[in-house]
């Protein structure tokens, strides 16, 4: 869980400022993902290096709040459910089939659990102005309730969900591949 946590916060370096165009080109906030960076990087004249590096690095702090507890839950959890089905069967693998069905229902339960967060994040990221994580909490549950704490659940389980049983499948297909056990692999 430590290793996972700490690629993760590594991984943020790359995702967050991509994260941030990104999104900011979705809310049509610019015309595109390029005219998004181009007006972050303009911004370097009139108000310093500094403040370009903290725009693109707006909500760092909270994705990295959602990223190590959706790791802490999708890859113990993953594990988990290997064990299990190993202990069921005496066999000593999984094979990638099961493995991608537990991937994505632990992708599944960590995006939904993690699903607040995302949206403080995104909100964070699109916000006209820098805001706190405390404050954006209280204005969001003042302007929307506390039901928008779970908007977009519904997409956000189903991608991770997929992408779980894709990447934690292939990864499975790997090991049993590398170990020269390819015994119940299709």
């Not at 009139?46 to 839950?73: D, Q």
């Not at 404050?135 to 506390?146: H, R």
């Amino acid at each position: 869980m430590v290793a996972a946590s700490l690629g993760e916060v590594a991984a943020c370096a790359v995702r967050v400022p991509t994260e941030v165009v990104k999104q900011r080109a979705q809310a049509s906030q610019h015309a595109s993902s390029l005219s998004a960076l181009t007006h972050i990087l303009g911004q370097r004249h009139p108000l310093g290096v500094l403040h370009v590096w903290r725009e693109l690095y707006r909500g760092w702090g909270i994705t990295i709040m959602r990223e190590v507890p959706f790791t802490v839950i999708q890859f113990p959890l993953w594990e988990g459910m290997k064990s299990w089905r190993r202990s069921r069967t005496g066999q000593n693998t999984v094979s990638s089939i099961e493995s991608a069905l537990f991937g994505s229902i632990s992708g599944a339960v960590a995006a939904g659990i993690t699903t607040p967060l995302d949206v403080l994040k995104t909100r964070m990221m699109l916000a006209r102005e820098k805001i706190g994580t405390i404050a954006l909490l209280k204005q969001i549950l003042k302007d929307s309730g506390p039901r928008a704490f779970i908007a977009g659940i519904g997409p956000r389980v189903f991608w991770i969900s997929a992408g779980g049983a894709i990447f934690l499948g292939s990864y499975q297909w790997a090991i049993n591949a590398l170990g020269g056990d390819m015994e119940g692999e299709t």
